[in-house]
């Protein structure tokens, strides 16, 4: 039995769980996380599809007015950002998925994860495989593999 | 590679993810959760309070990082006067950690290298 981690964008959510279906995985857990990887939330505005505005990026990470951004010091307030611009958001909202598999399934629903998820930009996500020991279905008591059929 | 999962104070949470920073560890997914330790919450005058807000920070690393980002954590999250063997205070935190077996990046689909 594995557990399976993975941190996606927002978007393909519902890219992936139509994926994960047609794999024949049922059982799912999202949540809303926020996270970085190695760019440490760099983003550009081309990313994320529009030139975007001070007041535009205070909405994307949920800042109030007058609470300022919290790294960005490369464009000045009410100037429109460029496509080519990179500015750094810090924690960026992501859905990190939570799956225990049989261990021979792991592989099928990597790849299933990687085909609905690669755009081949920086902010894809990353997919962890740790060892799971037991699982218990609450409804029946079930133990072990049983508790996963 | 290994998983490390530290619930630790929201107040601490800027501090930690600083100083991890700093010591190069960029990747790290972090949670809002609530919950409590063994002294089952917090009784402020007449109320009991059983579900504590707390920051989840979740981190994977190579083997030989693991001593020295655990250490980092405990360093910040702490509180209490830095850079003693002190005890911080009820509810700092917990550091969990464990196997991973493997990591992808889906960017590349590869094995990843870093966390």
Redesign the interface.
């Known amino acids: 039995m594995k557990l399976i981690i993975a941190v996606l964008r927002e978007d393909r959510v519902e890219d992936t769980k139509a994926v994960l279906e047609t794999i024949g995985i049922k059982g799912v857990t999202f949540l809303y996380v926020t996270g970085r990887g190695q760019q440490k939330g760099r983003v550009s505005a081309r990313e994320l599809g529009e030139p975007l505005n001070r007041n535009m990026r205070m909405q994307l990470i949920g800042a109030r007015p007058g609470e300022g951004l919290p790294i960005d010091r490369t464009v000045d307030a009410g100037s429109p950002l460029y496509d080519d611009t990179e500015f750094s958001l810090g924690f960026l909202p992501k859905r990190m998925l939570i799956i225990v598999a049989y261990d021979e399934e792991v592989d099928r629903i990597v790849q299933g994860i990687v085909n609905a998820n690669q755009t081949g930009r920086h902010g894809d996500g990353r997919i962890f495989i740790c060892p799971m020991i037991s699982a218990l279905r609450v409804r029946t008591g079930e133990q072990g593999d049983k508790a996963l059929s | ?1 290994k ?1 490390i999962w530290a619930v630790i104070r929201p107040e601490s949470a800027q501090r930690v993810i600083k100083a991890l ?1 700093i010591a190069g560890i ?6 809002h959760v609530t919950g409590h330790g063994k002294e089952m919450g917090i009784t402020l005058g007449a109320v009991h309070y059983t579900e504590i807000p707390k920051e989840m920070l ?1 981190v ?1 690393v190579p083997d030989n990082d693991v001593p020295k980002t655990v250490m980092i954590i405990r360093t910040e999250a702490k509180t209490g006067p830095k850079n003693t063997p002190d005890e911080g205070t009820i509810g700092d935190g917990k550091i969990f950690v ?10 590349s ?1 590869g094995k ?1 290298g ?2």
Do not use: L, N, W
Not at chain 2, 26 to 31: A, E, K, L, V
Not at chain 2, 98 to 107: K, L, M, Q
């Open positions: 590679m998983m920073d960029g990747g790290i997914t972090r949670i979740m994977v464990t196997y991973v077996e493997d990591t992808f990046a889906i960017r689909a990843a870093g966390t």
